[in-house]
């Protein structure tokens, strides 16, 4: 058998052989198993089928990413109308004290598809800084560390844990700075007074009050000059004016800058030298990956920076910008996507691996894709380019700082039933679960691109409706009016009708390649529903939606629940419709009752040694987990009740099968002897947890309800 073949057969049976044996390819340590298991067939971060080769992060927009690189067409468990297999990258950061914090886990789905090329996926996680710092301050540098395990999900805490197929990688991050508005209370109130301030208050109100950095001001040139040094060069220095005004003789700012940096002492002819021969320089900064994330719409580029200085100012300063433009080739010649940015500074105290930094660009790819089924390829190249935008349109365009990279991306197939080329609505998630992954009951089950996992899950609380405009109109003319959408919803008791509830989007604008902060539009319907449609990616200007958000509903009974997008179609007197999607509500909490049936029962009298016993329930129609626990649990001494006819259970759970889906109803029993080790005399309680598997808020698993009895234990 070659040795192709035997890698597809392990692989086809990953999961039964880890059910037989979880040590079966020898990655556990004996830390991860009672009693370690022999070996079979000995495979630890093997990079055959994928491999994660970069790493990067946005100070600004606090984005982590990743690039995953598939390098085979099989073993991915079927083609692009299976499920395929998942690819999940799991985050770690330290903030420089040896310990690791678990950030979350992400994930993409990977097919088996006919591309001899390796193929680039980007992924995403939300970072939320555990610590920053004011501008003047020594910088927050965390090590980031990140886990890709094909079709095994990285556990959870275990920042060591080594992958079968997959592998890890690390790279330092730059977290950015408190703002000058908190900063400022910090020195006015103390550090204690405002830690006791809600941080969301704190977060919102700096929002408000907070002032772009500013500009080091050319005249300052001959201060950086001289702190500078020998260390960076006077093309580097002066680079950004003397383009300018290159590219431009008659930009009187720049040639005013220019002279400017002449009075500074920097020679301009080495300058105006280097501009006449432009070649890549990576001695600063260096594109190390491109890619694609899939899901999102958006590219990603990677950027290194290595060198403490040569970025035009500080922290306190607004630094300059490393430029990337995109570009796409779909076989018929590279077809310019857009440039974006990420701004960057002097840092004293960078690693010498350097930083790792990220810069993303949304785009819209429904006039490439294919039908249903038919996945597509791409070409994909980024050209980096220092403190001045790559010239646009021109994919061989040689930066004097910065260089290029290229790779092939995967164009996913268009959801079931949209025509290329129509304008189409697509509801793309609910409750932010793909539609793909909720039944014609309206039940969600799997695991979206975050890790939030669906097990015949309904939904409740603040439900996102995610979607798209397929084939929309770009326009970057204020006069041209942005598409109007609606949503449709027929609940159990109602007809189907339009939702007029205002709600809120976040949108992002790239302008001249500098990403603006993101800014909140109020969307308020008006009496039909009607509300403006926001993307637009008309190059040089792109306006994209966070996480594609087209509303927010807000069920108020229970039952399922039917959706629709409706469009305006401005060409047409009939209204564009988008398939109906069926979701359950679930707006209740389960009941759930615990009692001391023995001795005194409730709030009785007990003596250490006595055996408690007495009954629990829980009663709902989406069950996920019930626990039973005794607190205070020090005085316990490890003291549990256990589930009677259980094998000593204190918890059941759906997923295992041991809980039914409507609830259960049984017996428990509390040794207080606790097998020589006996609970102190004290005041206790014992208490029954019990959680559904509803989707709340489209963000967590379960409604959650609490009962507790009292008990006193004596001498």
Same mark, same amino acid.
């Given at each position: 058998?070659?040795?192709?073949?035997?890698?597809?057969?392990?692989?086809?049976?990953?999961?039964?052989?880890?059910?037989?044996?979880?040590?079966?390819?020898?990655?556990?340590?004996?830390?991860?198993?009672?009693?370690?298991?022999?070996?079979?067939?000995?495979?630890?971060?093997?990079?055959?089928?994928?491999?994660?080769?970069?790493?990067?992060?946005?100070?600004?927009?606090?984005?982590?990413?990743?690039?995953?690189?598939?390098?085979?067409?099989?073993?991915?468990?079927?083609?692009?109308?299976?499920?395929?297999?998942?690819?999940?990258?799991?985050?770690?950061?330290?903030?420089?004290?040896?310990?690791?914090?678990?950030?979350?886990?992400?994930?993409?789905?990977?097919?088996?598809?006919?591309?001899?090329?390796?193929?680039?996926?980007?992924?995403?996680?939300?970072?939320?800084?555990?610590?920053?710092?004011?501008?003047?301050?020594?910088?927050?540098?965390?090590?980031?560390?990140?886990?890709?395990?094909?079709?095994?999900?990285?556990?959870?805490?275990? %920042?060591?844990?080594?992958?079968?197929?997959?592998?890890?990688?690390?790279?330092? +991050?730059?977290?950015?700075?408190?703002?000058?508005?908190?900063?400022?209370?910090?020195?006015?109130?103390?550090?204690?007074?405002?830690?006791?301030?809600?941080?969301?208050?704190?977060?919102?109100?700096?929002?408000?009050?907070?002032?772009?950095?500013? %500009?080091?001001?050319?005249?300052?040139?001959?201060?950086?000059?001289?702190?500078?040094?020998?260390?960076?060069?006077? #093309?580097?220095?002066?680079?950004?004016?003397?383009?300018?005004?290159? #590219?431009?003789?008659?930009?009187?700012?720049?040639?005013?800058?220019?002279?400017?940096?002449?009075?500074?002492?920097?020679?301009?002819?080495?300058?105006?030298?280097?501009?006449?021969? =432009?070649?890549?320089?990576?001695?600063?900064?260096?594109?190390?990956?491109?890619?694609?994330?899939?899901?999102?719409?958006?590219?990603?580029?990677?950027?290194?920076?290595?060198?403490?200085?040569?970025?035009?100012?500080?922290?306190?300063?607004?630094?300059?910008?490393?430029?990337?433009?995109?570009?796409?080739?779909?076989?018929?010649?590279?077809?310019?996507?857009?440039?974006?940015?990420?701004?960057?500074?002097?840092?004293?105290?960078?690693?010498?691996?350097?930083?790792?930094?990220?810069?993303?660009?949304?785009?819209?790819?429904?006039?490439?894709?294919?039908?249903?089924?038919?996945?597509?390829?791409?070409?994909?190249?980024?050209?980096?380019?220092?403190?001045?935008?790559?010239?646009?349109?021109?994919?061989?365009?040689?930066?004097?700082?910065?260089?290029?990279?290229?790779?092939?991306?995967?164009?996913?197939?268009?959801?079931?039933?949209?025509?290329?080329?129509?304008?189409?609505?697509? +509801?793309?998630?609910?409750?932010?679960?793909?539609?793909?992954?909720?039944?014609?009951?309206?039940?969600?089950?799997?695991?979206?691109?975050?890790?939030?996992?669906?097990?015949?899950?309904?939904?409740?609380?603040?439900?996102? +409706?995610?979607?798209?405009?397929?084939?929309?109109?770009?326009?970057?003319?204020?006069?041209?009016?942005?598409?109007?959408?609606?949503?449709?919803?027929?609940?159990?008791?109602?007809?189907?009708? =339009?939702?007029?509830?205002?709600?809120?989007?976040?949108?992002?604008?790239?302008?001249?390649?500098?990403?603006?902060?993101?800014?909140?539009?109020?969307?308020?319907?008006?009496?039909?529903?009607?509300?403006?449609?926001?993307?637009?990616?008309?190059?040089?200007?792109?306006?994209?939606?966070?996480?594609?958000?087209?509303?927010?509903?807000?069920?108020?009974? #229970?039952?399922?629940?039917? /959706?629709? /997008?409706?469009?305006?179609?401005?060409?047409?007197?009939?209204? /564009?419709?988008?398939?109906?999607?069926?979701?359950?509500?679930?707006?209740?909490?389960?009941?759930?009752?615990?009692?001391?049936?023995?001795?005194?029962?409730?709030?009785?009298?007990?003596?250490?040694?006595?055996?408690?016993?007495?009954?629990?329930?829980?009663?709902?129609?989406?069950?996920?987990?019930?626990?039973?626990?005794?607190?205070?649990?020090?005085?316990?001494?490890?003291?549990? =009740?256990?589930?009677?006819?259980?094998?000593? #259970?204190?918890?059941?759970?759906?997923?295992?099968?041991?809980?039914?889906?409507?609830?259960?109803?049984?017996?428990?029993?509390?040794?207080?002897?606790?097998?020589?080790?006996?609970?102190?005399?004290?005041?206790?309680?014992?208490?029954?947890?019990?959680?559904?598997?509803?989707?709340?808020?489209?963000?967590? /698993?379960?409604?959650?309800?609490?009962?507790?009895?009292?008990?006193?234990?004596?001498?």
């Amino acid at each position: 058998m070659d040795i192709k073949r035997k890698e597809l057969e392990l692989r086809q049976s990953f999961k039964v052989l880890l059910l037989q044996n979880p040590n079966y390819f020898g990655n556990l340590t004996d830390c991860d198993q009672a009693s370690p298991a022999a070996i079979i067939a000995p495979k630890i971060s093997d990079t055959t089928f994928e491999e994660l080769t970069c790493l990067g992060y946005n100070p600004q927009t606090k984005d982590l990413g990743a690039v995953v690189r598939i390098k085979l067409t099989g073993g991915y468990s079927g083609g692009p109308c299976t499920d395929g297999s998942k690819e999940y990258v799991r985050f770690y950061l330290d903030y420089g004290d040896g310990v690791w914090i678990d950030e979350g886990v992400v994930n993409f789905d990977a097919h088996d598809l006919p591309f001899d090329e390796h193929l680039c996926y980007a992924v995403k996680h939300s970072l939320k800084p555990k610590k920053q710092t004011c501008c003047d301050k020594t910088p927050v540098l965390p090590k980031v560390r990140a886990i890709l395990s094909w079709n095994l999900e990285p556990p959870a805490n275990q %920042p060591n844990w080594l992958p079968i197929w997959g592998n890890r990688l690390e790279c330092d +991050i730059q977290i950015e700075p408190r703002n000058d508005f908190f900063c400022n209370l910090v020195a006015q109130l103390g550090d204690l007074v405002v830690q006791e301030i809600d941080p969301l208050v704190l977060e919102q109100i700096s929002a408000k009050v907070a002032e772009p950095a500013k %500009p080091l001001p050319v005249a300052q040139t001959y201060a950086l000059k001289q702190s500078y040094g020998k260390k960076v060069e006077d #093309a580097r220095l002066g680079f950004k004016p003397v383009y300018q005004l290159a #590219a431009n003789p008659g930009n009187q700012l720049a040639l005013a800058q220019s002279k400017t940096l002449k009075q500074a002492g920097l020679n301009i002819g080495k300058i105006t030298d280097f501009l006449k021969f =432009p070649q890549f320089n990576t001695s600063y900064e260096e594109l190390k990956c491109v890619g694609l994330d899939r899901d999102a719409s958006v590219l990603h580029a990677d950027v290194l920076v290595k060198k403490p200085s040569g970025y035009s100012g500080d922290l306190c300063q607004d630094g300059s910008r490393e430029y990337v433009a995109f570009y796409l080739d779909f076989g018929s010649g590279w077809q310019y996507m857009g440039t974006s940015s990420v701004g960057v500074h002097d840092i004293p105290e960078i690693p010498d691996s350097g930083l790792c930094y990220l810069v993303t660009l949304p785009v819209n790819l429904t006039e490439q894709q294919k039908v249903w089924c038919e996945t597509g390829k791409a070409k994909i190249r980024g050209i980096l380019s220092w403190n001045v935008p790559p010239v646009p349109g021109n994919p061989n365009y040689i930066a004097h700082w910065g260089d290029w990279e290229d790779c092939c991306i995967e164009i996913r197939p268009l959801p079931n039933g949209v025509i290329p080329g129509t304008l189409t609505p697509v +509801i793309e998630s609910i409750g932010s679960m793909p539609v793909l992954l909720i039944n014609a009951a309206g039940y969600a089950n799997g695991s979206n691109s975050v890790g939030l996992t669906g097990i015949e899950s309904p939904f409740d609380g603040n439900i996102l +409706i995610s979607g798209i405009i397929a084939n929309q109109i770009n326009s970057s003319d204020p006069l041209v009016p942005r598409l109007k959408y609606r949503l449709m919803i027929k609940a159990p008791s109602s007809a189907m009708q =339009p939702w007029t509830k205002e709600f809120e989007i976040f949108t992002t604008t790239i302008s001249g390649g500098i990403p603006g902060p993101q800014v909140a539009v109020t969307q308020v319907p008006d009496s039909d529903g009607w509300v403006d449609y926001y993307p637009d990616f008309m190059v040089p200007d792109t306006i994209s939606v966070d996480d594609n958000m087209l509303g927010l509903f807000v069920p108020t009974e #229970a039952g399922l629940h039917e /959706i629709y /997008i409706e469009v305006d179609d401005p060409n047409s007197a009939v209204n /564009i419709t988008s398939a109906s999607e069926f979701f359950m509500v679930d707006k209740k909490a389960p009941d759930v009752d615990i009692e001391i049936t023995s001795g005194t029962g409730n709030c009785g009298k007990f003596t250490v040694g006595d055996i408690i016993s007495g009954t629990f329930s829980m009663t709902d129609d989406h069950s996920l987990a019930l626990a039973l626990s005794v607190t205070p649990t020090a005085e316990a001494n490890g003291a549990t =009740p256990e589930i009677t006819g259980s094998g000593g #259970a204190s918890s059941l759970s759906y997923s295992g099968g041991t809980l039914p889906g409507g609830g259960t109803a049984g017996t428990w029993s509390l040794d207080t002897g606790n097998g020589g080790n006996p609970m102190d005399p004290c005041g206790y309680n014992i208490r029954i947890r019990g959680e559904d598997r509803t989707i709340v808020n489209s963000a967590f /698993i379960g409604h959650e309800n609490w009962d507790i009895e009292g008990f006193c234990l004596e001498d």
